[in-house]
């Protein structure tokens, strides 16, 4: 069982960063792939970028691609995502995700445990 707190959003300018943070309990959170999903209004979840156990493989979104990075530091249970260059098409609750599934994973149904979500809004 793993139980996920995201932190971090918040209302930014255009252009603007954000890291949102994932805590997670448990002592086997360096087992699980880690990943982002956000949902926007009206629109169904999508998903922003996922990490491996070990930090070896990471994936992306084509949306955000070069402006989103995501971490994560085991010894803290805890994973990241760098925002840059934020737009207000990033608007959107979002959530992380573990999956015990190998690889970093881009579909959600892979996703065993998720957090209640951080709202990140920007204006523009």
């Known amino acids: 069982q793993v139980q996920l707190v995201e932190s971090g959003g918040g209302l930014v300018q255009a252009g603007g960063s954000l890291r949102l943070s994932c805590a997670a309990s448990?002592?086997?959170?360096?087992?699980?792939?880690m990943g982002w999903f956000r949902q926007a209004p009206g629109k169904e979840r999508e998903f922003a970028a996922a990490?491996?156990?070990?930090?070896?493989?990471?994936n992306y979104a084509a949306s955000v691609k070069g402006r989103f990075t995501i971490s994560r530091d085991n010894a803290k249970n805890t994973v990241y995502l760098q925002i840059n260059g934020l737009i207000p098409e990033d608007t959107a609750v979002y959530y992380c995700?573990?999956?015990?599934?190998?690889?970093?994973?881009?579909?959600?149904?892979?996703?065993?445990?998720w957090g209640q979500g951080t709202q990140v809004t920007v204006s523009s």
């Open positions: 995700a573990a999956s015990s599934f190998g690889g970093a994973q881009t579909n959600a149904w892979m996703y065993q445990y």
């Open positions: 990490i491996n156990w070990s930090a070896s493989t990471t």
């Open positions: 448990g002592r086997t959170f360096s087992s699980y792939q």
